[in-house]
């Protein structure tokens, strides 16, 4: 009982850090209609930039962290404002210029620091906030707590806020929003950008869970997209609920048959997802869309 209260935790600790990274890819889905595959290894850049800003420099966490926020940040504004908004609005488009990027991204950040793993900075995680036989390490409830809180700001800013309003204005029907005095590129851009602070933190919670290199935030992603794909781009509910959910479907199964089984259990449950459940249901997101 007590290791699998154990094993729930880290899942719960890991769902949040998913939750985390979904609320940016249902921002920028929404808002743009671009799907971001590089969106990983933007925060990937951030996670490096604050490492190497912090061990080369030897500028205090606090500052290297937020440097490594800002460098992603910057980095993703300037990809949507000059690259994403110049697609044509044809489907398919997003999707090649993203994953194209995501290439580069890995590809330069190897060249130029190797492909080596690096221990990032520990962020709370040997520091021990309950006792007994669970062990709860102060990490494990930041990420927990930060998916919480960013999945209720993001639903009060969308639906509680004249900015959401914008934003769901500019979602529906760009043109119609222009005309209305919104400035339509300005907050994709904004939405972009936030969506990269997102990511950036959600990076280094991971790299200090894991280790850092190139390549540690492509598998998360891969896990994120999937619960989009289950819960639906177009909702908000249902695909931060599968965050959740997949990170205790993969914590459980890890658990039970072996760490190296909790990616292929993952996708088998996406097979019997869309083999078993009613059609109807996956294809609600359009309904409400409409």
């Given amino acids: 009982m007590y290791n699998f209260l154990q094993v729930t935790i880290a899942g719960l600790a890991t769902g949040g850090l998913y939750a985390l990274m979904i609320v940016g890819v249902l921002l920028v889905w929404q808002v743009s209609r671009s799907m971001n595959f590089a969106y990983g290894q933007i925060g990937m850049v951030g996670a490096f930039a604050a490492f190497v800003i912090g061990s080369n420099l030897g500028i205090p966490l606090l500052p290297a962290l937020l440097a490594g926020i800002i460098a992603a940040t910057l980095l993703s504004a300037v990809v949507e404002a000059t690259v994403i908004r110049r697609i044509p609005d044809r489907s398919g488009y997003d999707v090649v210029v993203t994953l194209g990027l995501m290439l580069l991204l890995t590809a330069l950040v190897q060249a ?8 990032f900075y520990t962020l709370a995680t040997g520091v021990r906030v309950l006792t007994g036989e ?5 990490n494990d409830l930041i990420c927990i707590a930060l998916g919480v809180l960013a999945v209720i700001g993001a639903w009060v800013v969308l639906h509680r806020t004249s900015l959401g309003t914008s934003l769901r204005a500019a ?4 043109d119609i929003a222009r005309s209305v005095g919104i400035d339509v590129k300005l907050l994709r851009t904004a939405v972009w950008a936030t969506s990269a602070i997102l990511v950036t933190i959600a990076a280094y919670l991971f790299a200090s869970r894991l280790s850092l290199n190139a390549f540690y935030m492509q598998t998360i992603i891969i896990n994120v997209f999937v619960a989009g794909m289950i819960g639906g781009l177009d909702r908000f509910w249902p695909p931060v609920l599968s965050a959740f ?4 479907y993969q914590a459980w199964a890890g658990y039970l048959l072996g760490e190296d089984w909790s990616t292929p259990a993952l996708f088998v449950l996406v097979l019997a997802i869309f083999t078993l459940v009613p059609r109807r249901l996956l294809e609600e997101r359009h309904e409400q869309r409409a």
């Fill in 171 to 174: 979602a529906a029907d760009a």
């Fill in 134 to 138: 669970v062990f709860v390490n102060l």
């Fill in 245 to 248: 959910g997949i990170a205790l």
């Fill in 112 to 119: 130029a620091l190797g492909a080596n793993a690096r221990v």
